[in-house]
């Protein structure tokens, strides 16, 4: 046995086994031999797992790709047949915006530095914004970007670059069944929210804009709540606040042919109870032209609701119509003074702005939490305006690494008013003034008490008397040198712009930085309506320019500079 276990542990070692070798050779044939048969099954035992592997492993991917589209199919089979969706725009609105707000409310109401808006919660990436003529791109072809999907020139209303319209995401979900709002505080007939119910070449059109969205348009009726300013466009020339070229009387026609219902007070919105009380067609004009800044609305809020008030009345509106349907409703809502605050380079006025779109985007989100209907919002701007920079290096002086709210929080009035004031004020019939009472004057009742300053220069008081026409850009230079603010320019910027959302279904679709396109289908996908589709209808029934120019345009447009237009969109 000593031996045996020594040849048993020698061939385990060694083919060598001196003395021993026949035993070891014995030995080692039959070892070969069970060597050869443990390969033999070793192999066989291999293969088997390899294809129990190759078998186990398609069918995990099987699995997998089955459950995916299981997954997909299940979901697009059982997302919600009743959903609303809640559009925010805000114009004009650039990151620095948010900024420049931001520190402002932790300033005024004495916050942390940690406090965020609203807004900052539901940061959802950003936007690129470039239209299909400019790299810089206006609030029309910005907002046919997010109604159609689509590029296009700038001063197109939902129009395409080879001029034929666009059916928007506000017509087709007409047409499948959701009611449908628009809620500004510029002129409803403006180029945001025409993008949406209107198609002209060229956004200067606004008369005709006005008639499309009373229903006078090519699809018929496509919004059933609009709330906003704009009143001269409804109103005929006959009548001493109409800004109309003709003598036709929009809202009659929106009443009689159309059945609208029509608010155009304080006292009218108010009676709506917040949209308890709203009966649908519902059209609300509160201003002659925009409703005024939020800085200066809050003296007059017995006259002109707030952007907030306005978005809540149709909210719930809008919820009580479809309360028995099985669709819901789409709302645009655009915050669209912060743009104009951009383009005068007042950051008084905009920061209010601002801090209303904020509120209104909380309002919104309340809204979503009471709701028992899917409800997804979504937000981003058209463009940046103005080049807002939340400092600024005076000329000749080292950079100061500061900027001062405290300046904007002086602030009671607009730039705009201001201005208005002015103007006003040096055409009146019984103005009498020498040069140096005028200049005391506006330091006194306008620099001191609206912009909150007391040491305006002799040479802000020269050029603010000699050229009151220019006394609102003039005006914000006054408080954005005093505050440390700087703009680069009075027009639009290419720069990014964020994108928020309540999120939800889809809206993963959005993350991170897209184009403005990228909205518009989440917009339609959301939805489930097909622009496209209905875009063979609507260019049908614009086969002649009725829609295109309205009656006996042409001259005018041309005074407007359509053939600019015309040039720059190919570039």
């Keep these: 046995m000593p031996s045996l276990t020594h040849c048993q542990q020698a061939s385990e070692q060694s083919p060598l086994l001196g003395n021993n070798s026949q035993v070891a050779n014995h030995e080692n044939t039959e070892g070969n031999s069970n060597t050869r048969k443990a390969t033999k099954w070793s192999r066989i035992s291999d293969i088997g797992i390899f294809v129990w592997a190759l078998v186990a492993t398609t069918a995990v991917i099987v699995l997998a790709v089955w459950t995916q589209h299981n997954q997909q199919t299940s979901k697009h089979d059982s997302r919600a047949t009743k959903r609303n969706l809640i559009f925010m ?80 995401v506000m017509e087709a979900a007409k047409r499948a069944g959701y009611a449908t709002g628009l809620v500004v505080t510029s002129d409803i007939t403006d180029a945001t ?30 919004v059933d709540v609009m709330f906003g300013g704009g009143r001269c466009h409804f109103m005929p020339n006959s009548t001493s606040r109409s800004c109309r070229l003709d003598d036709m009387d929009i809202v009659s026609l929106a009443k009689e042919k159309y059945g609208w219902t029509y608010a155009d007070s304080r006292k009218a919105f108010d009676a709506l109870d917040g949209g308890n009380n709203a009966n649908l067609p519902l059209l609300g004009l509160f201003a002659d032209t925009d409703i005024p800044f939020e ?3 809050k003296g007059v809020n017995d006259v002109y609701p707030s952007l907030s008030e306005m978005a809540n009345t149709a909210v719930r509106a809008l919820e009580r119509a479809t309360a028995k349907s099985d669709k819901g409703f789409f709302l645009m809502i655009e915050g669209s003074r912060i743009d104009h ?58 950079p100061v690494y500061n900027w001062y709210p405290q300046v904007l929080a002086n602030a009671s009035t607009s730039c705009e008013k201001l201005a208005a004031t002015l103007q ?71 720069v990014d712009v ?74």
């Design 295 to 297: 800085l200066d609305r």
């Design 424 to 494: 006003g004020h040096v055409s009146n019939k019984a103005y009498s003034m020498s040069y140096q009472q005028l200049k005391s004057w506006i330091n006194n009742e306008l620099i001191v008490p609206g912009l909150g300053i007391s040491d305006a220069t002799d040479e802000e008081l020269s050029l603010l008397a000699e050229k009151p026409e220019a006394s609102a850009n003039t005006f914000a230079a006054i408080i954005s040198l005093r505050a440390h603010i700087g703009w680069s320019t009075h027009g639009h910027t290419a």
């Design 193 to 222: 929210p025409a993008c949406f119910a209107s198609h002209v070449m060229i956004r200067q059109l606004q008369d005709d804009i006005a008639l499309q969205e009373v229903g006078e348009g090519p699809l018929g009726r496509s």
């Design 89 to 168: 725009i805000s114009d004009g609105m650039g990151p620095a915006s948010l900024s420049l707000t931001r520190s402002y409310r932790q300033y005024v109401e004495g916050l942390p530095e940690g406090d965020t808006l609203t807004l900052d919660k539901h940061f959802w990436g950003s936007s690129r914004t470039r239209s299909s003529s400019s790299l810089v791109t206006d609030s029309a072809a910005g907002a046919t970007a997010f109604s159609c999907g689509k590029k296009s020139y700038n001063g197109a209303i939902s129009m395409l670059p080879d001029y034929q319209p666009c059916c928007s």
């Design 498 to 571: 964020n994108v928020y959302s309540s999120g939800g279904p889809e809206t993963d679709n959005i993350r991170g930085n897209i184009e403005n396109t990228d909205i518009g289908k989440f917009l339609s996908h959301y939805l489930n309506v097909d622009v496209d589709e209905i875009t063979k209808d609507l260019r049908k029934q614009m086969s002649t320019n009725k829609y295109l120019f309205g009656a006996e345009k042409q001259d005018k447009m041309s005074s407007w500079g359509f053939d600019k237009y015309h040039s720059l969109k190919d570039l």
């Design 341 to 398: 605050a951009g383009h005068i380079n007042d950051p008084a006025a905009q920061v209010r702005e601002v801090l209303e779109y904020d509120g209104t985007f909380k309002t919104v989100l309340r809204f979503i939490d009471s709701t028992t209907t899917e409800t997804v919002l979504v937000a981003t701007s058209d463009h940046e305006t103005g080049g807002l920079a939340t400092a600024i290096q005076e000329p000749d002086h080292l």
